[in-house]
């Protein structure tokens, strides 16, 4: 990687100002002092492909966190793989400055989105109900919050049982854009009567069938104008696929025991811990209707792949157990047997094991190991390397972007660093003594990697 030469760089900059761009700009591998709050975007400007730009990318997005532009500067000749490889660095989009007449107008577009996005992410709507700073989740959330707010597609949810796929599309109506929108109407798949499915989603006219004493709205007509959220969608018949399938191309139904057609508008949410992929293969899902209600997929990352939210996520559940009290703290001891424990129900096992600590608990003072069952204590001592599952895959990813041995170690000194400091508060001398070393050894590791990193 190098510094933009003079010409280009001012030619740059004032496009960029004319733009409606705020530019601060930095040595090549240096972030500013300024650039910590973790939400200011940025943009890399590059001639060269290589490692050292692959290690700035990561470094300046903070391996994803941070919102990252990489532009190639002209005739600098990006190959393909170059730019999937800055992707997986962290990188938001890269692009060339002469792909286009106007890049400096891309380049306040997207700094505008993204502004955009993160205000978003940072409000009540978010914050108070998906709980997470980690990348994976980031980079899942931030997703989320720009399908819904920005466009109107159908969107697909999977992921994990318990990865909080509801959540999601509760939050995606919540962020729908149409000022004059309808209700969110759930409706659980997996609960669908086969029978009575046709007045479940189209609803009846009196008279119908037996046990009809009066007309009913099925979920296509009260979803008119709203979203329509199918949790478990995969275990829909094929005869509901195939009649659902109509109703999404062409907005139209029946009522059962009805001659007459009604309209209906709705925005679709489907969710689903399937492999719809393998279902489509054996049959027993349609992929026209596959395609129909998948505009848009969003995969939620496992809790194995977001350990850094596991002691934010018991902090939150803990604030809602407290009700109008303080919440109470977790000993050493408690934080590390959550970051140990393996959750195969995700957030809502750890929301269980929250409450079954809270229930314990007795006093104002902090959550303590006594607080902690006896059936999960004996649970501790078979799933104590737990989090080395998750561990391994991110050094399986690191290895198969080209990391080094070396990298990959001080990757993972600089991480935990990082997040037991933010954990703590700052605080030196807990922080060191999570990490199993002197306040001095800790000082002089920081210090180290800020030099290695060129910070």
């Known amino acids: 990687m190098a510094a933009p030469d003079p010409l280009f ?75 999937w490889r800055l992707l997986g660095e962290g990188a938001s989009d890269v692009f060339s400055w002469d792909h286009s007449t106007n890049p400096a107008d891309e380049v306040a577009a997207r700094l505008q989105r993204w502004a955009e996005v993160e205000e978003i992410l940072q409000s009540s709507v978010v914050q108070d ?34 990865t909080g796929k509801e959540l999601t599309a509760r939050l995606v109506h919540s962020l729908d854009a149409r000022h004059d929108k309808g209700r969110l109407v759930v409706t659980d798949c997996t609960t669908v009567v086969p029978t009575l499915s046709g007045s ?82 054996n049959g027993t899902f349609r992929k026209d209707l596959y395609h129909r209600i998948a505009a848009w997929v969003c995969e939620l990352p496992p809790l194995r792949e977001r350990v850094e939210d596991i002691l934010p996520l018991a902090q939150y559940f803990l604030g809602q157990f407290s009700a109008g009290g303080v919440p109470p703290g977790l000993d050493p001891p408690v934080r590390q047997y959550l970051l140990d424990r393996e959750y195969q129900g995700n957030v809502r096992e750890l929301r269980q094991v929250v409450h079954r600590l809270h229930t314990r608990h007795v006093g104002t003072g902090p959550i303590t190991a006594g607080d902690v069952p006896d059936d999960e204590r004996s649970a501790r001592e078979e799933n104590g390397n737990g989090w080395r599952e998750g561990f391994v895959g991110s050094v399986r990813r690191a290895l198969s972007h080209g990391a080094t041995l070396r990298e990959i170690g001080r990757a993972a000194q600089e991480a935990a660093i990082q997040m037991v400091l933010t954990e703590e508060g700052g605080s030196v001398k807990r922080a060191s003594q999570r990490l199993g070393v002197s306040d001095r050894a800790l000082q002089m590791r920081r210090s180290a990697a800020q030099i290695t990193s060129g910070r």
């Open 200 to 281: 479940e989603f189209f609803g009846h006219e009196r008279g119908a069938f037996t046990g009809a004493v009066s007309p009913r709205d099925g979920a296509f007509a009260l979803a008119d104008g709203g979203t329509l959220f199918l949790d478990e969608v995969g275990e829909l018949p094929a005869q509901l696929q195939a009649e659902l399938l109509r109703v999404i191309q062409e907005g139209t139904y029946k009522r059962v025991g009805s001659d007459t057609w009604r309209t209906t508008r709705f925005r679709l949410v489907c969710a689903t811990n399937r492999r719809l992929d393998e279902a489509q293969a």
């Open 9 to 83: 760089e001012r030619t740059a900059l004032t496009l960029l100002r004319g733009s409606g761009v705020a530019v601060e700009t930095a040595p090549s591998r240096s972030p500013p002092a300024s650039f910590g709050d973790g939400h200011r975007p940025c943009v890399v400007f590059f001639d060269t492909m290589d490692a050292d730009l692959a290690h700035a990318v990561g470094q300046f997005s903070g391996g994803g966190i941070r919102r990252l532009l990489a532009i190639a500067m002209p005739a600098a000749g990006v190959a393909p793989d170059d730019v």
């Open 129 to 162: 109900n998906l709980v997470g700073t980690s990348p994976a989740w980031l980079r899942v959330l931030r997703q989320i919050v720009e399908v819904a707010r920005f466009t109107d597609c159908s969107i697909l949810v999977t992921g994990e049982s318990g």
